[in-house]
Each structure stands twice: as C-alpha cells, then as structure tokens.
C-alpha cells in the first residue's frame, strides 16, 4: 500500500481542537512543510505537545506566535519569547515537562504501557498532583503516558510503506511520536519505492506510518 | 581581577581537570560549554548531547554546516568518528540510567545539602527544565560551574528559595574563588584560588564553609 498523500489532504484532516505531537529539537527535524501549512490552514485551539516551541521564525514557534495553540506541552520555551509572553498573559496554557519524562511518556504511549517510574523531579514543582511510590528503597514518580490525535514527524527517507530513515539529530522525538498518535503523518525529505531502503537501516518501522508527505511533493 | 571572559575560562579549565579518560560527559549550555576547549590531548571524552548523539565535536568551519548536526543549543556542530546518533528515549535511556559519567551545569543556587535552582525564577525567567532534571537526578557526578555569586550576592546558600531542579543532587561545585565538594557536613572547601583568602571566601557563601584540613591551590 503506497502511503502517500498530498500536503492538503494531509492538514485537512486536522481540525480545530486537535491534539498534535511534533517532532524536532529546536526545529531541528521539525516537518517544517506541515507546519506551514497548518498557519496557512489557520486550525486553531490546538494542543501542542513538542520538546520545545522553536523560535518565532522556525518549526511550531510560527503556529505560536498565530497564536493557534490553546495548550502547550513542551520541556523548554526560553527560544521562543512569545511562548513566555502568552504564558504569562494567561492566554496560552503552557505545561513544563523535563524532557526524558516527555521522552517516555510519548514512547509509553506508544509502546502499549500504562506509564513508568522516574526519580526525575522527585522532590520538585514536577511531583506535584503525582502519586509518588517507593521501590527498594527508592522514591519515584508514576508518569503517565501521552498520546495526541495526530503526530507530525520528519524523516530524511521514507519508502512507500513508512518504513524511515533519518539523519544526524533530527531524530529526536520523531520515532517515538510515531508511535504515539492515533494517526501519523510523516513529511520526508525523500520518498523512495519498497525494497530501496535496507531493512537493516530502517529506524522506524513502517507500522508506526498512517500517511506520507513527500517535500518537494 | 579577572575579567568576565577570564573567570568564565578559568573555571571551565578547572573543571576539564575533573574530567577522566573515557568518561561520558554532558555539557549544559553557557559556562559548561566551554569545558569542551580545555580537554588535555592525552585525555579522550566523549561528549553526549542530550538531544540526541554522543560524539560532539567543534563548531564546524563557516561554509561547512551541516543543518541535520546541532546541539542542545540549537548551534550547528560535528559529530567525531566514533560517534553516534539515537532519539530521546535512548539519549534519556543514557542519562536516567547512569550511564553519564559526569554532568556540568550552571546554576541560580545551590544549598549547603546539594539541592540546586536553575531553571525558572516564578513571574521573570521560566525558560523550562529541559534535560536538566533528567542529568541531575541521572548522571554518576554533578559539577555545577558558575561564578561564585550573582552581582555580590551569594548562590551558595542555606536553603534555596527558588523552584528547585534537584534535590540533593550536587557533588561539586567548581567557581573562580575555589572548588567546593558537598559533604554530609554541608559544603567543604578542597582547593582555593590564592587570589582569595578563606575568609573572603566565606563571606561571598551564604552557607557555613568547612575547610578541607589538606586544602589546596586551585591550579588551573
């Protein structure tokens, strides 16, 4: 089954009030095609979750300063001015998560688990509204996991399947997000035909893959 | 007097010296980043950016950037061969798990037990935590660098009041006054840079300062 869709069918299905995940670092492996047209779309009273909101000008920071986003769920904001700015005003609900916590919650989802144990923020703002449990004489939080209605990643390849290639640290939250949403969305640099990847080079399994969005498509 | 340029340098020096060959180490961003430029070429560090590799090499040459290789930071680096890319799970899986021999942060306060402040001050800075959660309640060693106070007021406190990052979490804490471990007994001076007596010393910390009975120069 070929995966491909176009940048339009992709963003039509996102509606206002969606729950996306976003991959990228900084912008570093942000789809950024999806995010640009998401603006144009102008869908609105979205729920973010991403490792950070990027800057003004580059990856979801653009969706922030439209103003798009009822809530935030990111682990850094300080790039991005207007994020703090929204937060402050109390126009944005923004959720300071630390990003191994963020990390797992995602893959948790995923992953098929109903949340984990970390001694990350344990005695912190973080613990609170937590159930905190001792094992073996260490003390835990239980983190739940986190799913969204849609994921957005980036990939360097993809085959027709889904299966996906990456490189350098554009990594980061993609594959786990792939995972993690009821419906994912792939924008990759490159889409080749089945049997053009390695199997043994394949970071994410096509499996994880609803649709794909070819770049320069 | 050290300038700003001179005491940053002069504490990222001292730290490379707590660095071992071999060891895995992650650099936070400010200060810390500078320790990178200080590793004797005896000594072999692996330097792990939580954002995904361990590898980082030096900011590549003007012309050479490679937009998929940045760092924590956002900034266009290298990876060095032997290196080695992976997601955030993994990268958390290296942090959370101990597998980060030693962890260097900068840092609003820190309390006489090892807890530390760095990452918001309510209603003026709330940037996020980050990965520095993770690495400090993670990493085998935490060195946190930094100047010994902030505008003439001490960082090294009793207690800290503001958000705390970590509890109990600090080993070392590295300035250009000194190098400071934190003990059961509370901070514990081992080395003091011979431009400050103890006693200034003692007046820049807000906190009780033991002096180690074998204490020595700092030497960088």
């Known amino acids: 089954m070929d995966k491909r869709i176009t940048l339009k069918e992709a963003v039509d299905m996102i509606k206002d ?76 609900e923004v959720h300071l998560v630390p990003q191994g ?27 609170k509204g937590k159930q905190v449990l001792e094992v073996d004489g260490k003390t835990y939080l239980l983190e739940k996991p986190m ?9 360097d390849v993809a085959d027709t399947k889904g299966n996906l290639v990456y490189r350098g640290s554009t990594r980061n939250f993609n594959p786990m997000m792939a995972a993690a949403a009821d419906v994912t969305i792939v924008e990759a ?29 | ?36 430029n200080f590793i004797p070429a005896d000594k072999s560090v692996d330097f792990q950016s939580e954002n995904g590799f361990i ?9 050479k950037e490679d937009m998929n290789i940045v760092n924590a930071g956002g900034s266009c680096v290298t990876i060095l061969p032997g290196g080695v890319f992976f997601d955030s799970a993994t990268s958390f899986g290296i942090i959370r798990g101990g597998h ?40 085998k060693k935490v060195i ?21 990052t970590a509890v109990k979490a600090v080993d070392m804490i590295i300035t250009e006054m000194g190098v400071i471990e934190v003990t059961p007994e509370g901070f514990t001076l081992v080395e003091r840079n011979p431009e400050y007596t103890v006693e200034q010393i003692q007046e820049a910390t807000e906190a009780t300062l033991h002096v180690a009975p074998n204490l020595k120069e700092m030497v960088v």
């Open chain 2, 100 to 139: 980060v021999d030693v962890t260097v942060l900068g840092a609003l306060q820190v309390a006489e037990n090892g807890d530390i402040a760095n990452y918001m001050i309510p209603g003026k800075m709330v940037p996020g935590m980050g990965g520095a959660m993770d690495l400090l309640s993670g990493a």
């Open chain 1, 147 to 155: 799913k969204a209605d849609f994921a957005l990643v980036y990939a």
């Open chain 1, 189 to 217: 640099r490159k889409v080749v035909p089945v049997g053009e990847i390695d199997a043994n080079d394949v970071v994410v399994p096509g499996a994880f893959v609803n649709y794909i969005v070819e770049e320069g498509a």
């Open chain 1, 101 to 127: 916590t963020l990390a797992e919650q995602i893959r948790a989802a995923g992953y098929g688990l109903g949340g984990f144990l970390t001694a990350t923020g344990v005695g912190t703002e973080v613990e």
């Open chain 2, 144 to 164: 946190v660098a930094m100047e010994h106070t902030a505008k003439g007021n001490p960082k090294l406190l009793k207690k800290c009041n503001l958000p705390l």
């Open chain 1, 17 to 92: 009030g969606s729950v996306i995940m976003v991959g990228g670092f900084l912008a570093c492996g942000t789809p950024d095609k999806l995010i640009d047209a998401l603006v144009s779309k102008g869908v609105k009273d979205l729920t973010l979750i991403c490792n950070d909101t990027g800057t003004p000008e580059r990856g979801v920071g653009k969706l922030v300063v439209t103003k798009q986003f009822k809530t935030i769920y990111a682990t850094h904001i300080g790039t991005n001015k207007e994020t703090g700015r929204q937060m402050m005003a109390g126009e944005t």
């Open chain 2, 55 to 63: 590898g980082l090499g030096s900011v590549p040459a003007e012309g």
């Open chain 2, 1 to 36: 007097m050290m300038d700003k340029q001179q005491t940053q340098e002069f504490i990222a020096k001292r730290v490379a010296q707590e660095l071992k060959d071999g060891n895995v180490v992650n650099l936070g961003i400010g200060l810390p980043t500078l320790v990178a």
